[in-house]
Each structure stands twice: as structure tokens, then as C-alpha cells.
């Protein structure tokens, strides 16, 4: 068989019926199936049963004795000999002319970067804690469930930093490294992933906020990436707004005029965000106030591990 001119590069963990799909859609590609090989790297200890490539596509399965995802990219990458190394994740769909269009658009020194949208048989599914991707535009956060680089650029840089805690925030790290030794970006917005929504109940939610604390080492590493935020120190507004809510409530005994004007933001972005997708009525009012302890109890971890990180690399954010 030919040399590959693009590998795809999928790390899994334990979601072998995702990943068959994603290999579906791989299996599915405009791209003539010999210009392109497919490296799948399990996390060790990953359990079965494993999913089976389809037939005509070209896949390797390595076992990572890694189970963080950059280890296992970093074994996936340097395993293959293709110049162009295409990254997503085990719970997308590429669209049939996702590695066409990356193809197309790829330069000596660029890093190319696809449109990421929500699943369309699952967008349903997004509501409450539920998460998904969504890249429209190009972003500095180097996504790798859409993304591709130089093999060239790859070995320059000897691949993701596999120190970043909690398997979050290494992705954003390689881009941004990359775009410091003088990598442009191109934005394909013809090479698609459809990305999985994930519904999840609190407490993974909460685990999975615990994540960023590698904000902060981002901010440490790479200080041009304060840009990024809506405001100096600050990850998000509501992190601001979520503070001042509960500053109001310890003001509230004493000074309730003051604990509502210190609450009021945060409630207001709230009710605009609810109203956005659901109508004005009574049992609407109802469930928004029945259901957003969760939201401000995933937020105040995020909060927590931003603040953490945020000690850990002397870096004031919230």
C-alpha cells in the first residue's frame, strides 16, 4: 500500500460503541482510502469488547501503557510516517469530506483547524449539565477534536507537553507553542466533525470542572492567552457574577437592599440564557429556579480549581 499523505489520530478510553462510530464515518470518507491511515491508541486497562475497524479502512490499534490523552497521541503521532497528522476524538463524526477539505487547505507551517458543530441526531440532548463542542470560527484553544498539523511542526515541538494535570488544557498548550515558533493557522470551514453530546449527572460535571485548574498554567506559560478571556483575571463572567451572588447572600442579613443588588447579575444572566430557549411562563420560571442550584454548584468548582491553579502558578485569575 501507498504512504498515507494524512493520518487520523483518535486517543480512546473505554467508549468502544463511540468509537465504532467514528470509524464509520472515517470508513466514509471522500478520500480515496489509501491516501489516509487511521492510528487508534487505547488508554491502558481499557476494557472490552473493542471495536472493529470497517472494512476498507486502513486502522492500527496501539495499547497505550498511558491513560492520559496526550501520551497517547504522542504514541499515535510518532507511529506514523504521514507528513500531515490529523487529530478527533473518539466521540465525533467527521463529515465524508473532512480530511479533503483539511488536505486542501494545508501549508507548509500551518496548522489547519476544522468547524466542530453538536451532533445533530443528539442535539436534542443538550440541555441542563449535557456539554458538547462547538467551534465556528478558528479559536486559540487548538481543539483536537478538529485539527491538524505538519508531522514536521509535531517533531519540532516533540508533540504534547504530557505534564498538564488532569489530561486538559495540553492541546491548547501544543497551538499555542506552535503559533510562538511561527505556525500560521488556516481555518477549513468545509472539514466538519460532528461532535457527541455528552450528558452528564453533577457529580461528573463537578469532576470534570475540577479540570480548570489548567487554566492558569496556560496563562503562566503562554501570557498572550490573557487575550482570550472577556476581561483581565477572568476565566468567565459568571465566575465574576457567582462571587458577587455570594458575597450578596453573606450581606444579605444585614443589608438585603445590598445582598439583591450583589445577587442580581448573576440570577438576570441566568434567566436571559433560560428564556433564550424556553417560554415565558410560570412552570418555566419554576424549573429554572428548581434546577440552578446545579449550574452554580458546577461553576463554584470551576471557581475552586481555577483559584487553585491559579496559586499554584502565581497568576492572579478567578
Not at 113 to 129: I, K, M, V
Not at 227 to 246: E, Q
Not at 257 to 276: E, K
Request: with cysteine; charged share 20%.
Amino acid at each position: 500500500m501507498s504512504d498515507p499523505e494524512v493520518a487520523v489520530v483518535i486517543a480512546t478510553r473505554d467508549r468502544e460503541q463511540r468509537l465504532a462510530f467514528a470509524l464509520e464515518a472515517l470508513a466514509a470518507q471522500s478520500l480515496p482510502a489509501e491516501r489516509f491511515e487511521v492510528v487508534v491508541v487505547r488508554a491502558a486497562g481499557a476494557r472490552g469488547p473493542h471495536a472493529e475497524p470497517p472494512p476498507g479502512l486502513r486502522v492500527r490499534f496501539l495499547d497505550s501503557d498511558h491513560a492520559a490523552p496526550a501520551a497517547q497521541r504522542n504514541e499515535g503521532w510518532r507511529a506514523t510516517s504521514a507528513p500531515l497528522v490529523a487529530f478527533t476524538d473518539d466521540d465525533c463524526r467527521p463529515e465524508p469530506g473532512w480530511l479533503e477539505e483539511l488536505l486542501a487547505a494545508a501549508v507548509p507551517g500551518a496548522v489547519v483547524q476544522g468547524r466542530t458543530a453538536a451532533d445533530p441526531a443528539e442535539a436534542h440532548l443538550l440541555y441542563g449539565l449535557a456539554r458538547t463542542i462547538e467551534v465556528s470560527g478558528p479559536t486559540p484553544w487548538g481543539e483536537t477534536c478538529n485539527i491538524a498539523y505538519p508531522r514536521e511542526l509535531m517533531e519540532r515541538l516533540c508533540g504534547f507537553d504530557e505534564s498538564f494535570p488532569r489530561a486538559w488544557g495540553e492541546d491548547t498548550d501544543l497551538f499555542l507553542r506552535a503559533r510562538e515558533a511561527g505556525a500560521t493557522l488556516e481555518f477549513a470551514p468545509g472539514a466538519v466533525v460532528r461532535h457527541a453530546v455528552v450528558r452528564r449527572t453533577l457529580r461528573q460535571a463537578i469532576r470534570e470542572a475540577a479540570r480548570y485548574d489548567a487554566i492558569p498554567l496556560l496563562v503562566a506559560r503562554h501570557p498572550e492567552h490573557r487575550r482570550t478571556f472577556p476581561g483581565p483575571g477572568l476565566v468567565k463572567t459568571s465566575h465574576a457574577t457567582l462571587v458577587l451572588a455570594f458575597a450578596g447572600a453573606l450581606a444579605a442579613r444585614r443589608r438585603p437592599v445590598l445582598g439583591v443588588a450583589l445577587g442580581a447579575p448573576y440570577v438576570l444572566a441566568a434567566l436571559r440564557t433560560h428564556l433564550a430557549t424556553n417560554p415565558v411562563s410560570a412552570p418555566s420560571l419554576a424549573r429554572l429556579a428548581l434546577h440552578l442550584p446545579a449550574p452554580v454548584a458546577v461553576e463554584t468548582a470551576e471557581v475552586i480549581a481555577t483559584v487553585r491553579g491559579a496559586i499554584r502558578n502565581r497568576v492572579a485569575m478567578i
